[in-house]
């Protein structure tokens, strides 16, 4: 099961991107019980679709701020989102080939979670000291 939870140690300082970490963190934590209980496949499909859809929302949002405050961190920020995007994709593709295997719930659980963990501890948090320093509030 994914052993990630939103904790202090992950916040960025700014309560509109932690809050929208902390539902991806709920998302990611859903999909991976829904693997590992071996749901049907629609329900594992439902939580797939769910996640994906708000990694798309929250990834547009940290990006919109950027592009209107013209950050020079945008263009390395954004390639990372890009590479979360395309393994959700590929994940996709496992799923809808294999089935919920355990190699499946491994992408999930190794690769997603430490993504996403090392993504928010270093260019997100990297943001939120932009933002401070800049004096601005989202
Ligand atoms: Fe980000």
Redesign the pocket.
Known sequence: MVSIEWDSNLSVGVEL?DEQHKMLIQRLRELSEAIEVTQGTSQIMKTLDFLIDYTDF??ST??KHMTELTYPGLGA?RE??GVFKDSLNRLVEDFEEEGATGALAESVNVFLVNWLIN??KG??KE?GDYLRQKDITL
């Open positions: 991107i929250h990834f940290e990006e920020h990372q989102h993504h928010i260019v997100d943001f």
